[in-house]
């Protein structure tokens, strides 16, 4: 069964939290990860959750910024790294190395989020970019062998755009991740797709061979909706 994983962003208030919960409870979504905003992860006990971020410090003095041990305390399995509008927003390609290191010392799933700009791809610099991507991931970390990692690659111009690539061309992509991890860091990975996955294209994008989950951003905000697209997920 594939990881579906409901990215909410920044979106969603309580009340609507209340209503999405009344509307997947007793449903059937044991695939599914739940990244609501940190206020509202406590909702989320009875599911799979993750944060959409961490500190890349353990703890301390960093105004405005959640700790790994914070939430540990509210049972994440799952943390987002590198996610691009953190990396767009808050610089977050810094600090890659630092959080995946964390998460993994602490026993939290990373979920490494890689993609290239729509710049990078029209230049044929796909491959490059994500190679850089994960070596600034990956390289300084010595505990990944015993470890679970999963990547999700977006590429940034199909966020939230409804402008997805060619299933062709994503399946390759994903066989380019997964064997450079193989061959470079002798690593067996999932790799999730994301970038306005919705009910209209999932069709299309189950044709993909070699995908083992998505990352859905708007698609998940709408819990009917949301619950349907994951019916049609294998
Ligand atoms: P989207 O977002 O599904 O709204 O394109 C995906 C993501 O940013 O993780």
Request: aromatic share 10%.
């Amino acid at each position: 069964m594939k990881i579906i994983a409901a990215n909410f962003k920044m979106n969603l208030t309580k009340k609507e939290i209340d209503n999405y919960l009344k509307e997947i409870d007793n449903k059937k979504i044991n695939n599914v990860i739940f990244f609501p905003s940190n206020l509202y992860i406590p909702y989320f006990s009875k599911y799979n959750i993750g944060s959409q971020d961490i500190s890349f410090k353990e703890l301390g003095s960093i105004t405005g910024d959640t700790s790994i041990k914070q939430y540990l305390d509210f049972n994440i399995k799952y943390v987002l790294i590198g996610h691009s509008e953190r990396r767009k927003y808050f610089n977050d390609s810094k600090y890659i190395s630092d959080k995946v290191n964390l998460a993994l010392k602490n026993n939290i799933i990373p979920i490494i989020c890689i993609g290239e700009t729509e710049e990078e791809y029209n230049n044929n610099l796909t491959k490059k970019v994500l190679k850089k991507e994960l070596d600034e991931a990956l390289e300084n970390n010595i505990t990944l062998l015993n470890n679970e990692i999963i990547i999700a690659y977006e590429p940034i111009f199909s966020i939230g755009t409804n402008k997805v690539l060619d299933i062709k061309e994503i399946e390759n992509i994903i066989s380019y991740i997964k064997s450079y991890l193989k061959n470079t860091y002798l690593l067996d990975i999932k790799v999730l797709y994301g970038g306005s996955v919705n009910l209209n294209n999932i069709g299309n994008l189950e044709k993909i061979s070699n995908l083992d989950g998505y990352l859905i951003g708007n698609a998940s905000l709408d819990a009917k909706s949301f619950l349907d697209l994951t019916s049609k997920i294998k």
